[in-house]
C-alpha cells in the first residue's frame, strides 16, 4: 500500500482544516487507517484510528471531539477534518495503515510523507 497525504498547510486556532490520505494499492489486508503526528522535538503520537468499513473510530483525547476521521471507500481515501485547532496541533501529519485494528503507532505500516500543519493563535 502506498499512502499520499496532503491538506496541510497553516490555519488560524478555530479554524478549520481537512486533511487526505489517498491509498493506492491497497489490499483486503489493509484493516485499518489511523492519523499520527509529530511535532518538533517530540515522540510521534496516534491521533485518530478509523476501520475501513467505518465500524470503529479512536481519538486521541486530546482531540476528541475537535477532529473527525472518515474512511471512503470508493475513493481509497481517508480524511482528517480538523475544527478548532489550537497551536498545540501544530506538526507533521502522517497517515499509515495497519492489518488489524490498533491504535499503537508500531503497528501500523506503509507510513505517508506526512503533510505540515501550522495553527495559529
Known amino acids: 500500500v502506498q499512502l499520499q497525504a496532503s491538506g496541510g498547510g497553516l490555519v488560524q486556532a478555530g479554524g478549520s482544516l481537512r486533511l487526505s490520505c489517498a491509498a493506492s494499492?491497497?489490499?483486503?489486508?489493509?484493516?485499518?487507517m489511523g492519523w499520527f503526528r509529530q511535532a518538533p522535538g517530540k515522540e510521534r503520537e496516534s491521533v485518530a484510528a478509523?476501520?475501513?468499513?467505518?465500524?470503529?473510530?479512536w481519538y486521541a483525547d486530546s482531540v476528541n471531539g475537535r477532529f473527525t476521521i472518515s474512511a471512503d471507500n470508493a475513493k481509497n481515501t481517508v480524511y482528517l477534518l480538523m475544527n478548532s485547532p489550537k497551536p498545540e496541533d501544530t506538526a507533521v501529519y502522517y497517515c499509515?495503515?495497519?492489518?488489524?485494528?490498533?491504535?499503537?503507532?508500531?503497528?501500523?505500516?506503509?507510513w505517508g510523507q506526512g503533510t505540515l500543519v501550522t495553527v495559529s493563535s
Open positions: 478509523v476501520s475501513w468499513i467505518g465500524a470503529s473510530a
Open positions: 499509515a495503515e495497519a492489518p488489524i485494528w490498533t491504535t499503537l503507532t508500531t503497528d501500523f505500516n506503509s
Open positions: 494499492g491497497r489490499t483486503f489486508s489493509s484493516a485499518v
